[in-house]
């Protein structure tokens, strides 16, 4: 974009409060997880958004925004060009945010939110907690072009649309200014608030002494350990993928890494080419070489699948949509082990 498009832009009176939300929203690993979610500000013909890659918890520390040209990016879409295409430095979603028509627009992967959003009753779970708000559903569509497409179906039969739960996925909403849609957000937040079931405590003696002859290290998270010590939780990850950031591990055997190994250092020893491994009923130790965004990524997985009830019925992705994201998913973990973290 032209910098003669921007040189009237007062960065603290318009991009200051843009940046201060999305230092927040960042910082909240209930609401976004290594570079997922993204934030954009409409203003004077340019659309502020996230670049790829950047972290939203690195708002106050570094750049994390990119100014568009509003009408070229509308055009691209008109002409059925993604413009992450077009524009790669710009993030993923870019498309949702030019078609959600508000001019703050705010994409969180909230764990309270996919925790209902990988259901089969989505709908009408969601249905009776958000009664009030101009909310509507998208079930599971792959993001990119797919996702815009049908976040404008929904808004041409309900035009004053504010919220968007997207299936399997996570949360889209927009609003006039930045108090506005934090407001909005913290409402949906509470909400949908599910307090997380107590899990066993890991057995630190054990994973330690696996540590102590194999390249694996202990997470500083606690709370990852659940994905092992928690029966339902193992249970839930073993029926498949909930959401395809779970794909940024992706690879020959990824659904096997997301089921738990017997407790044995033999069988751990087995296993010292995954990034992570899941020691049944003990915690969770992480190869040394795991990065940053992939220990977020699992701790998110963690949190979400603490709040998944027993007896819900749940929507996997299917064989075809792993399949269909796993393009998606090979450049978003390019985008999460090359992103710079501050
Ligand atoms: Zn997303």
């Given at each position: 974009m032209e910098?003669?498009m921007i ?6 009176d318009?991009?200051g409060?843009?940046?201060?939300l999305?230092?927040?929203?960042g910082?909240?690993?209930l609401l ?5 979610g993204?934030?954009?500000l ?7 958004i996230?670049?790829?890659g950047?972290?939203?918890a ?5 750049k994390?925004?990119?100014p ?8 691209t ?12 430095d710009?993030?993923i979603e870019?498309?949702?945010?030019v078609t959600?028509?508000?001019r703050?627009v705010?994409h969180?992967?909230?764990v309270?939110?996919?925790a209902?959003a990988?259901r089969?009753d ?9 009664q009030?708000?101009r909310?509507q559903?998208?079930?599971?569509v792959?993001s990119?072009?797919p996702l815009?497409?049908e976040i404008?179906?929904v808004?041409?039969?309900?035009p004053?649309?504010d ?7 996570g ?5 006039e ?7 909005l ?5 509470r909400?949908?608030a599910?307090?997380?079931?107590e899990?066993?405590p890991?057995?630190?003696?054990l994973?330690?002494?696996l540590?102590a002859?194999l ?5 500083d998270?606690?709370?990852i ?7 339902v939780?193992r249970?839930?990850l073993e029926?498949g993928?909930?959401?395809?950031c779970?794909a940024i591990?992706?690879?020959?055997r990824t659904?096997e890494l ?7 250092v033999?069988?751990a ?14 915690g ?18 963690s949190?979400?699948?603490q709040?998944?009830?027993p007896?819900?019925p ?18 978003r ?10």
């Amino acid at each position: 974009m032209e910098q003669g498009m921007i040189k009237n832009v007062s960065v603290n009176d318009d991009l200051g409060p843009l940046l201060d939300l999305a230092g927040r929203v960042g910082c909240d690993p209930l609401l976004t997880q290594a570079s997922t979610g993204n934030i954009s500000l409409k203003l004077d013909g340019a659309l502020w958004i996230k670049a790829s890659g950047k972290w939203l918890a690195d708002a106050s520390r570094g750049k994390i925004l990119i100014p568009l040209d509003l009408a070229s990016v509308r055009a691209t879409i008109r002409q059925n060009i993604d413009p992450a295409e077009l524009y790669p430095d710009a993030s993923i979603e870019t498309a949702m945010h030019v078609t959600m028509p508000h001019r703050v627009v705010l994409h969180v992967h909230s764990v309270n939110t996919i925790a209902w959003a990988v259901r089969e009753d989505a709908a009408a779970q969601l249905g009776t907690r958000l009664q009030g708000l101009r909310w509507q559903w998208i079930p599971y569509v792959a993001s990119g072009l797919p996702l815009a497409r049908e976040i404008s179906r929904v808004l041409a039969a309900l035009p004053d649309t504010d919220v968007v739960v997207l299936g399997n996925h996570g949360l889209v909403l927009g609003g006039e200014d930045c108090r506005a849609t934090e407001h909005l957000l913290n409402d949906i937040e509470r909400r949908l608030a599910i307090a997380p079931r107590e899990a066993h405590p890991a057995d630190y003696a054990l994973l330690a002494e696996l540590a102590a002859d194999l390249p694996w290290a202990l997470p500083d998270d606690d709370a990852i350990h659940a994905l092992a010590t928690d029966p339902v939780s193992r249970k839930v990850l073993e029926g498949g993928f909930l959401y395809p950031c779970q794909a940024i591990f992706s690879d020959a055997r990824t659904r096997e890494l997301f089921r738990a190994v017997p407790d044995t250092v033999p069988a751990a020893a087995e296993f010292t080419d995954r990034p992570f491994l899941l020691v049944k009923g003990r915690g969770v130790v992480i190869s040394q070489a795991m990065t940053p965004a992939e220990i977020a990524m699992l701790r998110g997985l963690s949190q979400v699948v603490q709040r998944v009830s027993p007896s819900s019925p749940l929507r996997y992705l299917t064989e075809d949509e792993v399949a269909a994201s796993s393009s998606t998913a090979a450049y978003r973990y390019r985008e999460l082990a090359n992103a710079s973290h501050a």
